[in-house]
T-cell receptor, first 115, second 114 residues
Framework: AQSVTQLGSHVSVSEGALVLLRCNYSSSVPPYLFWYVQYPNQGLQLLLK??????LVKGINGFEAEFKKSETSFHLTKPSAHMSDAAEYFCAVRSNSGGYQKVTFGTGTKLQVIP | EPEVTQTPSHQVTQMGQEVILRCVPI?????FYWYRQILGQKVEFLVS????????KSEIFDDQFSVERPDGSNFTLKIRSTKLEDSAMYFC????????????FGQGTRLTVV
């Protein structure tokens, strides 16, 4: 079974500072990995995903994440935080072993951006 | 990118009442998921539905829950007798295919049971 652990339920950064949101996964098969963002009172929006190929994936709004198999990690980064980045971020994993596979979410990390 | 509309956006119901949450994909889809998010907690899988059958369900999805595709386009989640602990955001998600890696989420329905 797959699982996701997000370290830090709340992260605060200053505007313009580096954003680093941590995610570690557990999966018995090569995983598909995702980062979703949820703005207040809104649904889940896909930021980026890793399936196969290049381990550094770029997403929307300047975010990127690197799949590191040896560390079972998929940390989300952005070089310079913007006020509009304040939201909750969810790491998720989906097994690609075939059949209908659900997405398993982490507990989420709330990002606060301080002006 | 497929779009997903969920209705209502917010529903308040009395404990013990039945509620029906609706999900309407803009394009025709055969498969969808329902997730829920209790306030302050993580997004939890409820059920996946393919071609008019439940393909997988979690332990949360007990007998009080049911899913249907009543008219070939809408997908519904019914909670027969709501409990206070059913208060949550409920999200419908549409994958591009049963094995596709990406799912598109609706805006959610906020259910408040009083």
């Amino acid at each position: 079974a797959q699982s996701v652990t997000q370290l830090g339920s709340h992260v605060s950064v200053s505007e313009g500072a580096l954003v680093l949101l941590r995610c570690n996964y557990s999966s018995s098969v090569p995983p598909y990995l995702f980062w979703y963002v949820q703005y207040p009172n809104q649904g889940l929006q896909l930021l980026l995903k890793y399936t196969t190929g290049a381990t550094l994936v770029k997403g929307i709004n300047g975010f990127e994440a690197e799949f590191k198999k040896s560390e079972t990690s998929f940390h989300l980064t952005k070089p310079s935080a913007h006020m509009s980045d304040a939201a909750e971020y969810f790491c998720a994993v989906r097994s690609n072993s075939g059949g209908y596979q659900k997405v398993t979410f982490g507990t989420g990390t709330k990002l606060q951006v301080i002006p | 990118e497929p779009e997903v509309t969920q209705t209502p956006s917010h529903q308040v119901t009395q404990m013990g009442q039945e509620v029906i949450l609706r999900c309407v994909p803009i394009s025709n889809h055969l498969y969808f998921y329902w997730y829920r998010q209790i306030l302050g907690q993580k997004v939890e899988f409820l059920v996946s539905f393919y071609n008019n059958e439940i393909s997988e369900k979690s332990e949360i999805f007990d007998d009080q829950f049911s899913v249907e595709r009543p008219d070939g386009s809408n997908f519904t989640l019914k909670i027969r007798s709501t409990k206070l602990e059913d208060s949550a955001m409920y999200f419908c998600a549409i994958p591009l295919s049963p094995v596709d890696s990406e799912a598109f989420f609706g805006q959610g329905t906020r259910l408040t049971v009083v």
